[in-house]
């Protein structure tokens, strides 16, 4: 079955610095989402990319998917206290194509100190 | 107007009792789903329907009973409910091939 595996599990840096989130994924990607989690909140929507070598931005945020389509980053300029949570990285499955079924990694817990 | 809701956003029970969670959504999605968020924040699909038909059902106890009367709405019950039930349970919706929407999450604690 495949997996997905984020590093790193925890970060904690000082507001103002950049810092990136890798998602990797154990079989080819057919759709990469992320997601950030705030604490006793839903999922909200961030970003998603199906082509290889894709590169989308949405305010600081910027997020790739490589050329073979098994890893993905999230990288964010000059953190801000707001971006401070939990960020999982959701695919669909091999074989769930028509379901929509989304299997995610264990997630990035963020701090940002201001 | 919130897109997916769900409730109750706490539940605290004992250990054997039987509990629901409801979830509704009104963005006219076909397919819905829930997920179980443990304690080390790992989200994993437990079911999916497609308008109101069961299409995922992983390996969950049976304890556990989605029913969905109509595809805005997708409830579940759980059974002689455990200890280690204890999570935070998201209901969703999405039209398929497309992003998921999540509920707020509905934090169990069963003693």
């Known amino acids: 079955s495949q997996e997905l595996e984020q590093s790193p599990q925890s970060l904690i840096v000082q507001e103002g610095k950049n810092l990136t989130i890798n998602c990797t994924s154990s079989k080819t990607l057919y759709g990469l989402y992320w997601y950030k989690q705030k604490y006793g909140e839903g999922l909200i929507f961030l970003m998603m990319?199906?082509?290889?070598?894709e590169e989308k931005s949405h305010e600081k945020i910027t997020a790739k998917l490589d050329e073979k389509k098994q890893q993905s980053s999230l990288h964010i300029t000059a953190s801000q206290p707001s971006h401070a949570g939990i960020y999982l990285c959701?695919?669909?499955?091999?074989?769930?194509?028509?379901?929509?079924?989304?299997?995610f990694g264990q997630g990035t817990t963020l701090q940002v100190k201001p | 107007d919130t897109a997916v809701s769900q409730t109750p956003k706490y539940l605290v029970t004992q250990m054997g009792n039987d509990k629901s969670i409801k979830c509704e959504q009104n963005?006219?999605?076909?397919?819905m789903y829930w997920y179980k968020q443990d304690s080390k924040k790992f989200l994993k699909i437990m079911f999916s329907?497609?308008?109101?038909?069961?299409?995922i059902n992983e390996t969950v106890p049976n304890r556990f009973s989605p029913k969905s009367p109509d595809k805005a709405h997708l409830n579940l019950h759980i059974n002689s409910l455990e200890l280690g039930d204890s999570a935070v349970y998201f209901c969703?919706?999405?039209?398929?091939?497309?992003?998921?929407?999540f509920g707020s999450g509905t934090q169990l604690s069963v003693l």
């Open positions: 963005l006219g999605h076909d397919t």
């Open positions: 969703a919706s999405s039209q398929v091939h497309e992003k998921l929407f």
């Open positions: 990319l199906q082509k290889g070598g």
């Open positions: 959701g695919a669909i499955g091999e074989g769930s194509s028509n379901t929509g079924k989304l299997i």
């Open positions: 329907y497609n308008n109101k038909e069961l299409i």
